[in-house]
């Protein structure tokens, strides 16, 4: 019992900060990372599954999923502006052209990924 609910709350802590280095780095995805975490603490931690769904960054968007497996029109915009411009950012930096092709193929992925995400309005 006690080794299950110590292995949710590592994955979940794991997840956090996966989720929250995913804000700044453009290959880490945010949204699953943060998804998983919550998973987790519902498994682990009653304190914070709590905390993280009443989260100001997060919450939003987690009560959104929750209910209607859907992301608002305008994080689904912010999201999609913020990985493609850090893509070009790290294409347009690295030397090596087929990692710049691996990167762009990256991009297209998430892009169509996110795009393709039930949308809700605003």
């Given at each position: 019992?006690?080794?299950?609910?110590g292995?949710?709350?590592?994955?979940?802590?794991?997840?956090?900060?996966?989720?929250?280095?995913g804000?700044?780095?453009?290959?880490?995805?945010?949204?699953?990372?943060?998804?998983?975490?919550?998973?987790?603490f519902?498994?682990?931690?009653?304190?914070?599954?709590?905390?993280?769904?009443?989260?100001?960054?997060?919450?939003?968007?987690?009560?959104?999923?929750?209910?209607?497996?859907?992301?608002?029109?305008t994080?689904?915009?912010?999201?999609?502006?913020?990985?493609?411009?850090?893509?070009?950012?790290?294409?347009?930096?690295?030397?090596?052209?087929?990692?710049?092709?691996?990167?762009?193929?990256?991009?297209?992925?998430?892009l169509?990924?996110?795009?393709?995400?039930?949308?809700?309005?605003?």
């Amino acid at each position: 019992m006690y080794l299950k609910k110590g292995f949710f709350l590592v994955v979940g802590v794991l997840s956090v900060f996966l989720g929250t280095l995913g804000i700044f780095l453009p290959l880490l995805p945010t949204v699953p990372f943060i998804l998983l975490a919550v998973f987790c603490f519902a498994r682990s931690s009653e304190r914070l599954h709590r905390w993280l769904v009443n989260h100001p960054w997060f919450a939003v968007a987690i009560a959104d999923w929750q209910r209607e497996r859907g992301i608002r029109k305008t994080i689904k915009k912010r999201a999609m502006i913020l990985s493609a411009a850090s893509f070009i950012l790290s294409i347009s930096i690295v030397p090596l052209f087929w990692v710049k092709g691996l990167l762009f193929v990256m991009m297209l992925i998430l892009l169509t990924y996110l795009w393709r995400l039930p949308t809700l309005p605003d």
